[in-house]
């Protein structure tokens, strides 16, 4: 839907619409990221415009989103919650938070993946930072996350993911791109950022 907007945006659709699709992928957002309340920082993580502003960034095509799922009875990691003893009624504490990296951190290790633990972002740091050659860097925020933090890091990062896992079940997937060269430009490159 993001991509089929965007080139309609480019031939002015009328504003109803454009704001119609920004309020729907925004109220997605509220309902799909788990907030964090530490640190929080004034007038932005509890402030609906920082929704608004990530949606924005879809809208446009700047980033792409996919939420994923898993099927009844399974989670998306190949089964290993249960390998570790994840249960869903001990979600969100500091042992599943910990159980959950390390189920990440099998899944793509397994898959030939370099894992590593706190990667530096743009603003503040991720749960892990997957790398492999070939393929985009994706950071992985496990449970609850900063907005403000999600939509910083969403601006800067270029040609990479960002993953949210709120719980087992469920994983919601940022790719910011620079396909238009607008958000960062090598140094080589000349014009007006």
């Known amino acids: 839907m993001s991509s089929t907007l965007a080139k309609s945006l480019e031939t002015g659709l009328p504003w109803h619409i454009v704001e119609g699709a920004i309020n729907r992928e925004s109220q997605w957002l509220e309902r799909v990221i788990e907030q964090t ?12 415009y920082t929704f608004r502003k990530i949606a924005l960034l879809i809208i446009t095509g700047r980033i792409t989103v996919k939420e994923f799922i898993a099927r009844d009875g399974h989670d998306l990691w190949d089964d290993f919650t249960q390998k ?25 290790e397994n898959q ?21 050659d070939g393929h985009m860097d994706l950071f992985v925020e496990v449970g609850a996350t900063s907005a403000y933090k999600l939509w910083w890091n969403l601006q800067m990062l270029t ?3 960002i993953l949210l896992v709120p719980d087992e079940k469920r994983a919601i ?5 620079d ?8 140094a080589q490159e000349k014009g007006p950022i």
């Open 84 to 108: 570790h003893g994840i249960k869903g009624s001990a979600r969100h504490g500091g042992s599943w938070h910990k159980k959950m990296m390390d189920v990440i951190t099998e899944y793509f």
């Open 37 to 48: 309340s530490i640190d929080e920082v004034p007038g932005c993580d509890k402030c609906r």
């Open 173 to 177: 997937e940022f790719t910011c791109r």
């Open 112 to 132: 030939g993946f370099e894992v590593i633990p706190e990667p530096f972002l743009s603003k503040g740091r991720a749960d892990l930072g997957i790398y492999k």
């Open 159 to 161: 040609n990479s993911k």
């Open 179 to 186: 396909d238009q060269g607008d958000i960062l430009r090598s």
